[in-house]
């Protein structure tokens, strides 16, 4: 797995390939029609075939990956045992399609709003596939499966325009960290380094430069959890102290400020946490268990089982601000 290379089309004949799927009065903006969101607030007329269609990463052994960029960002998560790092300076090609067994996944990267998460991408039984469109929303990725030829917004995370208009695609919990110190605490991972289709001596999108400092100006925000109707948890990591937890309804929101780390997960009834200063142990309970950075429990008497994540994502403070309207901060 580590070293994967299967034979793709050229990127020569890729955008011939979308327009099987994307017809040209598709690719127009062409105002409001069919658009789930305000397109005076988009910037860009039609998909732009620059970004690479990535479905075959090339995966490094941590211990083996290059020691570049350490204390810039990267987001990491666990699919079927196998931990994944995917440095910021590799996500400029910002959606990358991969397989894990039966799990099908995309990671989503915006370098303007500075957020990434992954997904699935088998949607109403049908696996499908994501590019970058070339499109903003609000300055946000926009991105747009092969299949249908629907628009998807990553930061409002749901189709705004086509077959799956208003559908929300299935979350796969990860975190971030610094690329280094996921690669010192989690040897045993594979580190996405290249890609299958990528012209000879042609640098990937944006690598070979700092994104961002690690969580500088960055905000969380829980799209699916609202205590108050009508306005959007989030928690400035920023304004928070060296490492500990925030309880908000069902949802348990640990972080680790010296590890650039925050995660959210739903609780467990009856079972009382506790931050844990030990990544990647990052929980304790009073039934006894340790948990770790995954949500998985590595000790005690739920050992094997895993807190439930609930769909959570970092961007820029402006980048909240600009896609949704009321806020409730937690944590300050």
């Keep these: ?39 005076a607030k988009m910037t860009g007329t039609s998909v732009i075939d620059v970004f690479p269609l990535v479905t075959e990463p090339i ?15 990267a987001v990491v998560f666990m699919i079927n045992e196998t931990v994944f790092i995917y440095p910021f300076w590799m996500l400029g090609v910002e959606v990358v399609n991969d397989q894990v067994g039966d799990t ?9 709003t500075r957020t990434t998460y992954v997904v699935d991408r088998e949607l109403e039984g049908k696996i499908h596939t994501f590019r970058a469109s070339g499109l903003l929303y609000q300055d946000n990725l926009v991105y747009y499966d092969l299949e249908t030829g629907s628009f998807w917004s990553q930061m409002l995370f749901k189709s705004i325009k086509g077959a799956h208009s208003g559908l929300e695609p299935e979350y796969i919990n990860s975190f971030e960290t610094t690329y280094g110190l996921a690669k010192e605490f989690f040897p045993e991972a594979i580190v996405f380094t290249d890609y299958v289709g990528r012209a000879v001596n042609k640098p990937v999108p944006g690598s070979g430069t700092k994104s961002s400092p690690a969580s500088n100006n960055m905000v969380l925000g829980l799209p699916h959890h609202k205590i108050k109707p009508g306005f959007l948890q989030v928690v400035n990591f920023s304004n928070l102290g060296e490492g500990g937890i925030i309880e908000t309804g069902n949802i348990i929101i640990v972080y680790s400020k010296p ?6 997960f739903v609780s467990i009834p009856g079972v009382e946490f506790e931050f844990q200063n030990d990544f990647p142990s990052i929980l304790t309970d009073n039934e006894g268990n340790t948990w770790d950075a995954f949500g998985y429990a590595i000790s005690g008497p739920r050992e094997g089982e895993r807190l439930n994540g609930t769909v959570s994502y970092l961007a820029l403070w402006w980048a909240w601000e600009g896609i949704f309207k009321d806020f409730d901060f937690i944590g300050q």
């Design 1 to 39: 797995m580590t070293q994967r290379k299967l034979l793709l089309f050229a990127l020569l004949i890729i955008p011939f390939a979308c327009e099987k799927t994307i017809t040209e009065p598709e690719k127009q903006i062409n105002g409001n029609s069919g658009w789930l969101v305000d397109t």
């Design 59 to 73: 995966y490094t052994p941590a211990g083996e990956a290059p020691d570049k960029l350490l204390s810039d960002r």
């Design 104 to 112: 099908h996944f995309s990671v989503t990267y915006c370098p303007k």
């Design 259 to 264: 590890l650039h780390y925050i995660n959210a």
